[in-house]
């Protein structure tokens, strides 16, 4: 690890740790920013600093011991600002495509610790339009489920589900739901069974238009654990630090479901898409294999939340299912009821922006942004619930991460619409440099893998 290396791993990881989050704790009921570190190098200061473990374990600037905040900005607070800007000083020695998904990283890690500088009093109030753009890179707007829920009316209809009374599409979809709930006793079964077939895909629709280097990595080492009571509906937890006998990684992960989630079987099968194969686990796989070969810098093995580069992997699982399948629309999906499925799933995702827009662009209650999601984007009562509290009111996610799903599923659609597969699933996987939601599209323009450093 190099100074500069150090730097990156010093300001994730201590933004991480002002929100309380632990890296390496294997559940996602420990982590919160920093996604992975599989890089095999020892943890920084700002991670291991014994006022760290204090904050971690009373929750971060969230939770209710100001003292530990207080003890750890004392100790820490000079370094991490210093591994920010040290940040920016290594993005103008690189130049080209890392420099700007450098700075475009800094802007992110900034705007959060101006956020938890607000949520501790430290700081002036971070504007809700500057949060959005941060990790987006564009200003908040409202979603429009409208053409969605009407493909959805429309299918229900035709699958014997007509829409009727006053709760009108809102029961068609419950009684649909109901008559497909996944079991969540055989939630293992079923994932491995979706997880065989999503692989099968691949080896059609997206092996060979990827590097013949990245065919070898396991796509979807995982295993699904679920859990109960969980404040989210499931989190994929890539930890990558098993190796094989001979050094190279296990790309190993797991998948922990809220055991309460009332999930169809069709919208679990975008839900496995997404987080396993070709979503989250794969996308992380391969850019650990990057790493491991020099081909991508030490920022890919510490990925983090509410950055542009989470709004692009949001984006990528999004999208994920109709990769498997080689198709760039939902209508071009093989059956009605999967079609329903995944209309359902991206009208969820329309909602978390939704949830954030409502609730911190339009100030509204969360028993009303509730209503709205539940009743616009047919989301479940569990599901708008959580929407409308936990991560719509919290201060981090509810500006920066919610709005990331709808921003980053709409980008990559669009560039598998305007490329080739060929030209964008290289891109997207990380062949050409690690990139995100605003340096994604300048590399797609760029000549073909050529399998030399891009680090």
């Excluded at 479901?257 to 391969?286: C, D, K, M, R």
């Excluded at 950055?307 to 949001?314: H, N, S």
């Excluded at 969360?366 to 616009?376: C, F, G, P, S, T």
Aim: proline share 5%; aromatic share 8%; hydrophobic share 40%.
């Amino acid at each position: 690890m190099n100074q500069a290396d150090l730097s990156i791993a010093n300001a994730i990881l201590g933004i991480d740790t002002l929100w309380g989050g632990d890296v390496m704790c294997p559940s996602g009921t420990g982590r919160f920013i920093a996604d992975s570190w599989f890089s095999d190098e020892p943890l920084p200061a700002a991670y291991t600093h014994p006022a760290a473990a204090r904050l971690r374990a009373a929750g971060g600037v969230t939770g209710k011991d100001s003292a530990a905040v207080a003890d750890y900005l004392s100790e820490m607070s000079t370094e991490i600002i210093r591994s920010m800007d040290a940040i920016n000083v290594e993005a103008r020695r690189v130049g080209g495509q890392r420099r700007a998904f450098l700075e475009g990283l800094n802007t992110c890690l900034t705007t959060m610790w101006e956020l938890a500088m607000e949520t501790t009093g430290k700081g002036n109030r971070v504007p809700y339009e500057r949060s959005v753009e941060a990790s987006t890179g564009r200003p908040p707007e409202p979603s429009r489920p409208e053409a969605k829920r009407e493909r959805v009316a429309e299918l229900l209809g035709r699958a014997g589900y007509q829409p009727s009374g006053p709760a009108g599409i809102l029961d068609a979809v419950d009684r649909w739901r109901r008559e497909r709930l996944v079991p969540m006793a055989s939630v293992r079964a079923l994932g491995a069974a979706v997880i065989a077939r999503m692989n099968e895909l691949c080896e059609k629709n997206l092996v060979p238009y990827i590097p013949t280097e990245l065919v070898r990595v396991p796509r979807a080492n995982i295993e699904f654990l679920p859990i109960k009571d969980a404040w989210f509906s499931g989190s994929m937890n890539y930890i990558g630090r098993a190796r094989n006998a001979d050094g190279t990684p296990k790309y190993e992960a797991t998948y922990e479901i809220n055991a309460s989630l009332q999930i169809s079987v069709p919208e679990f099968e975008h839900l496995v898409s997404h987080e396993v194969v070709p979503g989250h686990v794969t996308t992380f796989a391969y850019l650990q294999d990057l790493y491991v070969r020099s081909l991508v810098g030490f920022e890919a093995t510490v990925l983090t939340m509410n950055t542009r580069a989470a709004t692009l992997f949001e984006g990528i699982a999004n999208n994920a299912i109709l990769i498997a399948h080689g198709v760039t629309e939902v209508d071009q999906l093989p059956d009605d009821d999967l079609q329903i499925g995944v209309l359902l799933a991206l009208l969820q995702d329309d909602a978390k922006n939704e949830a954030s827009y409502l609730t911190w662009g339009e100030k509204m209650q969360k028993e009303e942004v509730a209503a709205i999601l539940r009743r616009d984007y047919l989301v479940t009562e569990e599901r708008a619930d959580k929407l409308s509290g936990a991560w719509g009111r919290h201060p981090l996610l509810g500006r920066m991460y919610l709005p990331a799903y709808r921003c980053g599923t709409e980008k990559v659609a669009e560039l598998r619409r305007k490329h080739r597969a060929s030209e964008v699933l290289p891109v997207l996987y990380g062949a050409a440099g690690l990139v995100d939601c605003e340096t994604v599209e300048a590399a797609c323009a760029q000549p073909a893998y050529s399998g030399q450093t891009v680090g």
